[in-house]
């Protein structure tokens, strides 16, 4: 695997989890600001386009247009960087790692012995900036872990490995 594990806590100690060691590819960054600019330039054409042909309702489609301005251009201009920052992930011999979140924070841990599918998506977006999100499953209802905007071949070798480790490991993947 990667990375080694965390160390264990000295005498009974409660123990804090450390930040996984990999950051997201740096392209990850252009990755969320197309993707939020998309959606913003979207909502700006749903408005403004109806408000230049419906005479009647373009003030409202207006005022909708600048509130969809002011909610969606801090997630473009600013969420891509903050994301970068704070976004990791980390596969070891027991374990797969992320964290994700900006404003509130999440960290998701998928024991090997736990992990039923692991799979690389790649969207047309992620293809032409050279990006791949990586799903490790497990039998919780919580869901997948998700590591997000790592680089293709990082991703391809990273599946490779956690499905090799997995085969190895001792579990029923429940």
Do not use: C
Request: no cysteine; hydrophobic share 50%; glycine share 8%.
């Amino acid at each position: 695997m990667r990375q080694a594990a965390p160390e264990p806590a000295a005498s009974g100690a409660p123990t804090v989890p450390r930040p996984p060691r990999h950051r997201v590819a740096p392209a990850a960054r252009r990755y969320w600001l197309f993707s939020r600019g998309l959606l913003l330039a979207a909502g700006l054409a749903a408005t403004l386009v109806p408000a230049w042909l419906w005479v009647a309702g373009r003030t409202w489609l207006l005022v909708a247009a600048g509130v969809i301005t002011v909610v969606l251009l801090p997630s473009v201009l600013v969420a891509p960087w903050l994301r970068y920052r704070t976004h990791r992930w980390e596969a070891t011999g027991t374990a797969v790692y992320s964290r994700t979140g900006w404003l509130g924070r999440q960290w998701r841990i998928a024991p090997l012995s736990r992990v039923q599918t692991v799979e690389a998506k790649r969207n047309l977006l992620h293809r032409m900036l050279g990006l791949a999100a990586v799903s490790v499953t497990t039998g919780s209802a919580q869901g997948a872990v998700q590591i997000q905007g790592i680089d293709a071949k990082v991703a391809d070798e990273l599946v490779a490995e956690l499905t090799d480790a997995v085969e190895q490991t001792l579990g029923d993947a429940t």
